[in-house]
């Protein structure tokens, strides 16, 4: 059987300052590529006995919208080589789920239908998302089976892949024939996998997952910040033939996932209330920060100042934060090298999210040109250059050149920051931080501070998606068949 995979992935921040343009992207081309998928599609055709065709596969770190031209030509560009690769038997995809280009509020959408124009309708298209995403009607149209991730930080992607090849692999030899339902829980929020209900929810999914006639199940948490039509969140579930089957549990899930939303949120921390508690670290493990508002992963500029800011007002010492995206402040230290001590302006200065720009008295520690994290078990990605600059009051700052969120206690070691006897580590993420760095941490903080990712999901300006959601209306449901 031949195999065509290919992806286009990226999540779009509709609020935020910048667009995606040509240079955020990653374009991996051909079996020669080198992106993260590529070990796992050598071993599962190996297994099979399958012939693969890697096509075009491009992913960018979160921003604003692509601009036009820059989704077309790459869109265009996978499309060719699919024509070239035809006939083909099946056709995976890797996408987000939630980019959005100039013209095109549903990237995904446009490029599953484009796909499906070029192999007809009796070719079996498998598509992986990212959970947070917006499952659209025209995603599903063109599809034949759709799978998110279940876990958030996303360690089963890999997982969640391997089980997409299995059942289009299956459906493309006759031997199921995927149908879903949607249930549209009408929600917006985020949902940590790492601790209880979610925990024993993903479980539930799990188990429905063996019920006779069930091929997969999903819980599409949404992105929030994404103003588009259908965002929010969403549980699907895909059956062998059965569409009553697939109804029933997609509500029987929407309404448990309904029922848990009260205990679900991420708890957060005001800013005083975590600079209390690291005033108070005497001893132990140190606390993992997570200033969870200046994600990269989320569309965040990753260079706020909050934080940073109220370390210094307090004097507390004996921190590391990271990663910084400032490239002044990057080329300055390469300029001025290993040991150099100087006044460096840091941060502050993307946006009105990211506060305002701190003056520090520094020491260079660390240069690397090629500094790099390791994500989620995937392997190491690049930060592009990383810098350690430390100051008198015990700050020990990572700057990087490429804006991307924590993921690695590499981001710091690498650079020669020892993390063990910190007070604390402040980590420019949301949630995926939480995999690698959990087990060393006394206690994880989520803190929210007035960067672009603020939690205050009733309050997001939407202008495309309705605003009948919870937890903007307390009953989404009236006027909507639950
Ligand atoms: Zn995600």
Not at 286 to 311: E, K, M, Q, R, Y
Not at 389 to 415: H, K, N
């Amino acid at each position: 059987m031949k195999i065509f995979i290919a992806g286009i992935a990226t999540e779009t921040n509709t609020f935020a300052m910048a667009p995606t343009g040509a240079g955020a992207w990653t374009v991996y081309r051909g079996p020669a590529g080198g992106s993260a998928w590529q070990p796992i599609v050598e071993r599962l055709a190996l297994h099979g006995g399958h012939e693969v065709v890697l096509g075009l596969l491009a992913e960018a770190h979160p921003d604003g919208p692509t601009v036009r031209a820059v989704y077309e030509h790459l869109r265009d560009e996978l499309l060719a080589g699919l024509q070239a690769a035809m006939p083909v038997h099946a056709v995976l995809l890797p996408l987000h789920g939630a980019m959005v280009a100039d013209g095109y509020p549903d990237c995904e959408g446009d490029l599953i239908a484009r796909v499906r124009a070029v192999v007809g309708p009796a070719v079996p298209i498998g598509v992986e998302l990212d959970l947070h995403c917006h499952l659209t009607h025209k995603m599903l149209q063109s599809a034949d089976i759709v799978i998110a991730y279940k876990e958030y930080p996303h360690t089963d992607m890999a997982a969640r892949f391997e089980e997409l090849w299995r059942i289009t692999v299956a459906a493309a030899e006759g031997r199921v024939r995927p149908v879903t339902a949607v249930h549209d829980a009408r929600m917006l929020g985020f949902w940590h996998t790492t601790r209880e209900p979610m925990k024993s929810f993903v479980q539930r999914m799990q188990a429905v997952e063996r019920e006779p006639g069930v091929l997969s199940v999903s819980f599409g948490h949404g992105f929030p910040w994404g103003d588009v039509p259908e965002a929010g969140a969403k549980v699907w579930v895909v059956t062998d033939g059965d569409p009553d089957l697939a109804a029933r549990w997609a509500l029987t899930l929407g309404r448990e996932i309904w029922s848990l939303r009260h205990q679900t949120g991420a708890r957060q921390s005001s800013l005083p209330a975590a600079l209390d508690q690291l005033q108070a670290w005497h001893a132990g493990p140190p606390i993992v920060v997570a200033d969870i508002a200046d994600n990269a992963g989320g569309g965040a500029s990753s260079d706020s100042t909050f934080i940073l800011a109220g370390l210094l007002e307090r004097g507390i010492g004996n921190v590391a934060l990271g990663g910084f995206y400032d490239l002044g402040a990057i080329q300055v230290c390469r300029d001025a090298g290993v040991g150099a001590r100087l006044n460096l302006r840091v941060g502050g200065k993307l946006g009105p999210a990211s506060g305002h720009p701190v003056d520090l008295a520094v020491t260079v520690r660390a240069i690397r040109a090629d500094h790099a994290q390791s994500v989620l078990g995937l392997g190491p990605r690049a930060c592009g250059w990383g810098v350690w600059v430390s100051t008198d009051e015990g700050l020990d700052i990572v700057l990087i050149s490429e804006r991307t969120q924590v993921f690695g206690t590499d981001l710091y070691t690498g650079l020669g920051i020892e993390l063990g006897r910190k007070r604390a580590v402040v980590v420019k993420s949301s949630q995926h931080f939480h995999a690698a760095f959990a087990p060393l941490a006394s206690q994880v903080l989520y803190v929210e501070t007035p960067g672009l990712l603020r939690s205050d999901f009733a309050h997001i300006p939407y202008r495309h998606r309705d605003l009948e959601v919870w937890p903007r209306v307390e009953d989404p449901w009236q006027g909507h068949a639950p």
